[in-house]
């Protein structure tokens, strides 16, 4: 199977859990390195940016091919999804210590590995600027989410992926029981300076009840 390549930040003494970021389209693992320092100040989680496996154009590195909004084309999608699922389970903590989060490609490959078949669930999610993939061999569950901790963030004036799709996920998410912080702010596609308070309180806060 493929082995993805990774940065590691490692934490400030015994770590507690794992903050794992995926990048978006046409970047790579060093393209969200610096926001694990920013939403884990403190440094105590593992810090983990793997790169997506494909090399597709225009460059880059990418989870999967464009297939269309809010579906991934199935045959890459099928490929890659079980190499991360993989690498999340050779994580050194279980998945359930784990806050996973992404960027558009990113965010989607978060939602397909939280809410994925027979997919054990990380401690929570962070998705910013993606979608909920259909994919007829990936399907989503939204059983069993009450309470589990998720932040959505979009921005209103994203012309890559539209904010309506990250109101979407806030509505299916909230109505599965789900405890959501929504964040929509008036950007395009890129993280917003004013999500980072707000996210840096939610990861810092994502572990508490499982300790």
């Known amino acids: 199977m493929t082995q993805l390549v990774s940065r590691v930040r490692e934490a400030e003494g015994e770590a507690t859990g794992a903050l794992v970021l995926l990048h978006g389209r046409g970047a790579d693992e060093h393209d969200l390195f610096g926001l694990l320092d920013v939403l884990d100040p403190e440094r105590r989680l593992l810090g983990v940016t793997p790169g997506g496996p494909l090399n597709l154009p225009p460059g880059g590195r990418h989870w999967y091919a464009l297939g269309g909004i809010p579906t991934p084309e199935p045959r890459t999608f099928d490929e890659t999804a079980p190499v991360l699922a993989a690498f999340l389970d050779a994580l050194p903590f279980p998945i359930k210590r784990v806050v996973l989060g992404g960027f558009s490609q990113g965010a989607v490959m978060s939602w397909a ?5 027979e997919r054990p669930r990380p401690a929570a999610v962070v998705a910013m600027s993606g979608f909920l993939p259909r994919v007829e061999a990936w399907p989503l569950s939204f059983e069993g989410l009450e309470g589990y901790p998720v932040a959505i963030a979009h921005g ?35 993280v917003d300076p004013a999500w980072i308070e707000p996210l840096r309180a939610f990861v810092a806060t994502a572990l508490d009840g499982d300790a």
Do not use: C, N, Q
């Not at 590995?113 to 078949?117: Q, R, S």
């Open 156 to 190: 209103s004036y994203d012309p890559v992926i539209p904010a309506s799709f990250g109101r979407e996920a806030v509505e299916t998410l909230t109505a599965a029981g789900a405890a959501v912080l929504a964040l929509e702010t008036p950007v395009p596609h890129t």
């Open 113 to 117: 590995m939280a809410l994925g078949p």
